[in-house]
C-alpha cells in the first residue's frame, strides 16, 4: 500500500507564488518517479511536471522556467515551486507516484489539493 499526503495548496494572486509538497509512505522501495499533474473544471488531467529516480525532469511547457520540482530522497518527498501563477492555471494539483515491481508499473495518486490563483 503506498499512501500520499499533500500540502502547500491555496488561494494566491496572479503573479505569486506556491509551493507544493507530497510525501509518500508505505510500499515505496521501488519508486521509479514521481510527479504532479493537475486537473481544471471541466478538463482532462495533465501532466505539470515529473522527476525520476535518476533526477531527470520533464515539464509542460505552459510552467517551464516557471515552475520547477525537487525531490528529497530521503525523505521520499516531492516538491513543486510554482513562480509567477496564472489564473487559468487554477485546477487540483495531484501527486503522483510510479512504482515498478516486477515489470509492471503501478501509478498512485494523492488525494489533490487546490491551487487557485486570482486575476
Known amino acids: 500500500q503506498v499512501r500520499l499526503v499533500e500540502s502547500g495548496g491555496g488561494l494566491v494572486q496572479a503573479g505569486g507564488s506556491l509551493r507544493l509538497s507530497c510525501t509518500a509512505s508505505?510500499?515505496?522501495?521501488?519508486?521509479?518517479?514521481m510527479g504532479w499533474y493537475r486537473q481544471a473544471p471541466g478538463k482532462q488531467r495533465e501532466l505539470v511536471a515529473i522527476?525520476?529516480?535518476?533526477?531527470?525532469?520533464n515539464y509542460a511547457d505552459s510552467v517551464k522556467v516557471r515552475f520547477t520540482i525537487s525531490r528529497d530522497y530521503a525523505k521520499n518527498t516531492v516538491y513543486l515551486e510554482m513562480d509567477n501563477l496564472k489564473p487559468e492555471e487554477t485546477a487540483v494539483y495531484y501527486c503522483?507516484?510510479?512504482?515498478?515491481?516486477?515489470?509492471?508499473?503501478?501509478?498512485?495518486w494523492g488525494q489533490g489539493t487546490q491551487v487557485t490563483v486570482s486575476s
Open positions: 508505505g510500499s515505496i522501495f521501488d519508486i521509479n518517479a
Open positions: 503522483n507516484v510510479r512504482i515498478i515491481r516486477l515489470g509492471l508499473e503501478n501509478n498512485y
Open positions: 522527476i525520476t529516480n535518476g533526477g531527470s525532469t
